[in-house]
């Protein structure tokens, strides 16, 4: 009887201790969903912002380019509010979007400023967090492509290895200019930086290197 006893008692601790587990991983899940939402939104406005900018200087100088802006536009705010809202997105939907970004600074820059963005690697169907390059992006255009400065260039490479990205941009930076890595409203390399621990723990390296005429950024993501 004794042995019983103990053997249920301790059936009844493990199925609470059990449960208890569940519930502390199913809220820690959910606080981590939440807050992956929460950098997610933060990132969405920033670009619908400035790509509006870009929109409003080509209307307002009556460029020809205006309606083209604005289907790339939609097809951009498309990704960004049905897409972007899933966990994973396939890599070529992702490539489009960055695609369609460069696109829309070619034509505000009247594509004065050379631009190289190379993708290589056949699997382009691999699965990636949504929006996660975006942002090393849109900085290299903010800092690299100043339009008074007749040496700015960007370069951008995206290579597919086995299970692993490989992401590297480099831009130019003007003489004696300060490059600024982190927007004054918080979103920047440190949003980027939290997304990637959350979503790719220990799945990702990433390097940065500031030199007096060059930045550039590398990101290593094992898509496994």
């Known amino acids: 009887m004794l042995f019983i006893v103990i053997f249920v008692s301790s059936l009844g601790f493990a199925f609470e201790r059990f449960e208890l587990e569940s519930k502390q991983k199913a809220i820690e899940n959910e606080r981590l969903s939440a807050e992956i939402n929460f950098l997610k939104a933060q990132i969405n406005p920033h670009f619908l912002f400035n790509t509006l900018n870009n929109l409003y200087y080509l209307a307002y100088t009556h460029s020809e380019n205006t309606t083209e802006v604005i289907s790339k536009l939609s097809q951009m705010m498309r990704y960004m509010i049905y897409e972007s809202n899933h966990d994973r997105v396939r890599l070529s939907q992702e490539i489009e979007y960055m695609e369609n970004y460069i696109s829309l600074e070619r034509l505000r820059l009247n594509n004065q400023i050379p631009i190289h963005f190379n993708v290589s690697g056949t699997n382009l169907d691999v699965m990636i967090a949504p929006l996660i390059l975006i942002t090393f992006l849109e900085n290299a255009f903010k800092h690299g492509a100043v339009n008074n400065f ?62 007096a005429d060059i930045y550039s950024v590398e990101l290593i993501l094992n898509l496994i």
Do not use: C, M
């Open 150 to 211: 007749p040496e700015a260039w960007i370069d951008i490479n995206l290579e597919i290895q086995d299970h692993s990205l490989i992401f590297q941009i480099k831009n130019s930076k003007p003489e004696n200019g300060q490059l600024v890595v982190q927007e004054k409203s918080g979103i920047g390399l440190q949003n980027v930086k939290r997304r990637l621990e959350l979503v790719y723990p220990q799945k990702y390296k990433l390097v940065t290197s500031d030199q």
